[in-house]
C-alpha cells in the first residue's frame, strides 16, 4: 500500500532534549517536505527536498534540521526543543513529474515540549 | 508559505446549505491543487487543476480554476456533515509550495 509513516506519532518530551521524528515514504517519490500545524495559523512549511543530499528552507526552518541520505527517508531533527516547538507536525511526498504534484501526507506527529 | 489568500477562514452552515472556499493570489500559478482535512487526520488530496478557465467535478464538488490562474474555488453543493473539515488550496512548481490557510468547514444538522 503507498503510504507516508512517520514516527512516533505521540510525543511528550522536555525543554533541550534532543529529538528525531521520522518520516517514510514507499512511492519512490522525490519530493519530500515537512509541515508544521497550529491553530489558527494552518499549515507551515518547515524544510523541503527536491532529491536525496538537496534540502532547502521552508518559512520556520528556526530550530529544526533535516537530512536526505536517502530517497525514502527524510527525518526531522529537533537538537534543542522549546516549548514554541509544541505542535501537529506533517511529513509529505509527491512525484512532482509529469505535471503531477499531488502530495501524500503521513499521519501526524503530535509533539509537546514541556 | 502563504502567499494565496483563502477565504473565509470559516463557514458554518445549516446541512443541505451550499458551501464555497476561495483562493486568491497575486500572481499566475502554473497548477493549483486541493485537499481535505478532516478534524483529527490528515490533509488529502481531492483534485488538481492546470488549466486556464479549469472546472472539475467530483460528485458535489465542483472545482474551478480562474482564466487568469491567479483564483480557484471550491464548490460543495447540498453539504453534509460527512463535508465536515478544513479545505486547503497548494500551488507550486518544482520546488517551494505556496498554500492557503485552510477554510474550517463545519455543517450542523
Known amino acids: 500500500e503507498a503510504q507516508v509513516t512517520q514516527n512516533p506519532r505521540y510525543l511528550i518530551t522536555v525543554t533541550g532534549k534532543k529529538l528525531t521524528v521520522t518520516c517514510s515514504q514507499n512511492?519512490?517519490?522525490?519530493?519530500m517536505s515537512w509541515y508544521r500545524q497550529d491553530p489558527g495559523l494552518g499549515l507551515r512549511q518547515i524544510y523541503y527536498?527536491?532529491?536525496?543530499?538537496?534540502?532547502d528552507k521552508g518559512d520556520v526552518p528556526e530550530g529544526y534540521k533535516v537530512s536526505r541520505k536517502e530517497k525514502r527517508n527524510f527525518p526531522l531533527i529537533l537538537e534543542s526543543p522549546s516549548p514554541n516547538q509544541t505542535s501537529l507536525y506533517f511529513c509529505?511526498?509527491?512525484?512532482?513529474?509529469?505535471?503531477?504534484?499531488?502530495?501524500?501526507f503521513g499521519p501526524g506527529t503530535r509533539l509537546t515540549v514541556t | 508559505g502563504q502567499q494565496v489568500m483563502q477565504i473565509p477562514q470559516y463557514q458554518h452552515v445549516q446541512e443541505g446549505e451550499d458551501f464555497t472556499t476561495y483562493c486568491n493570489s497575486s500572481?499566475?500559478?502554473?497548477?493549483i491543487q486541493w485537499y481535505k482535512q478532516r478534524p483529527g487526520g490528515h490533509p488529502v488530496f481531492l483534485i488538481q487543476?492546470?488549466?486556464?478557465?479549469e472546472v472539475k467535478k467530483q460528485k458535489r464538488l465542483t472545482f474551478q480554476f480562474g482564466e487568469a490562474k491567479k483564483n480557484s474555488s471550491l464548490h460543495i453543493t447540498a453539504t453534509q456533515t460527512t463535508d465536515v473539515g478544513t479545505y486547503f488550496c497548494?500551488?507550486?512548481?518544482?520546488?517551494?509550495?505556496?498554500f492557503g490557510a485552510g477554510t474550517r468547514l463545519a455543517v450542523h444538522p
Open positions: 509529505a511526498s509527491s512525484l512532482r513529474t509529469s505535471g503531477s504534484y499531488e502530495q501524500y
Open positions: 512511492m519512490n517519490h522525490e519530493y
Open positions: 527536498s527536491m532529491n536525496v543530499e538537496v534540502t
Open positions: 500572481t499566475t500559478l502554473s497548477n
Open positions: 487543476l492546470v488549466k486556464s478557465g
Open positions: 497548494f500551488s507550486g512548481g518544482y520546488n517551494k509550495l505556496i
